[in-house]
Structure formats: C-alpha cells, structure tokens
Nanobody, 119 residues
Framework: QVQLVESGGGLVQPGGSLRLSCAAS????????MGWYRQAPGKERELVAV??????INYADSVKGRFTISRGNANLAYLQMNSLKPEDTAVYYC??????????????WGKGTLVTVSS
C-alpha cells in the first residue's frame, strides 16, 4: 500500500501565505512525479503545480509567480503559496506517480487539505 498525506491547510487572509506538505509512505520504490491539484466548490479539479523526479516543474498560469513547488528529503513535497487570493480557496490534493517495490507504477491521491482565503 502507498499513502499520501497532506498537511498545512487552513484559513488565511488575502495576501497571506501558507505552506502545504505532502508525505508519501508505504511500499515505495521510486516516486516519478509529485504534484498538487485543487478543487474549488462547484468546479472541476485542476492542476496547480507538478515536479518531476528530475526537477522539471510546471505551474498553472493562475499561480505562476505566487506558488512554488519543491521536493524535500525522501518522499516529501511542498507547495509554498504566497500572495494568496480568495479565488485560491479550494481543497488541495497531493498527487504522485509512484513505482512500488513490486515494480507496479500507479497514480496516487491524498485525501486533500482545505485552504480558505478570506478576510
């Protein structure tokens, strides 16, 4: 089994910052890609940022210059969110493409963490 657990969500005022963390655990052999998606009420889930094993990064246009994705030690990923706007309010999900110890590659999702940007 592989699990992704997000943390760091909460309530923040417009213009503020939050840092989300994602920890992957389980029978992991290799993490090929980690990313963050979000889903606002009444909207479809959308890509926020993704980072490959080799460090190639892509951002949604709406967050470029404000959000930064990074990888930490072992099986960690982070999303630093600055200059937050009310339209950033959403449930943020960690996503990872992982090869397990049996050499099966699958796509995994965390349960999400709520980010609310409001005064």
């Amino acid at each position: 089994q592989v699990q992704l657990v997000e943390s760091g969500g909460g309530l923040v005022q417009p213009g503020g910052s939050l840092r989300l963390s994602c920890a992957a655990s389980g029978i992991i052999s290799r993490i090929n890609r980690m990313g963050w998606y979000r889903q606002a009420p009444g909207k479809e889930r959308e890509l926020v940022a993704v980072i490959s094993e080799g460090g190639v990064i892509n951002y949604a246009d709406s967050v470029k210059g404000r959000f930064t994705i990074s990888r930490g030690n072992a099986n960690l990923a982070y999303l630093q969110m600055n200059s937050l706007k009310p339209e950033d309010t959403a449930v943020y999900y960690c996503n990872a493409d992982i090869t397990n110890i049996f050499l099966a590659t699958m796509d995994y999702w965390g349960k999400g963490t709520l980010v609310t940007v409001s005064s």
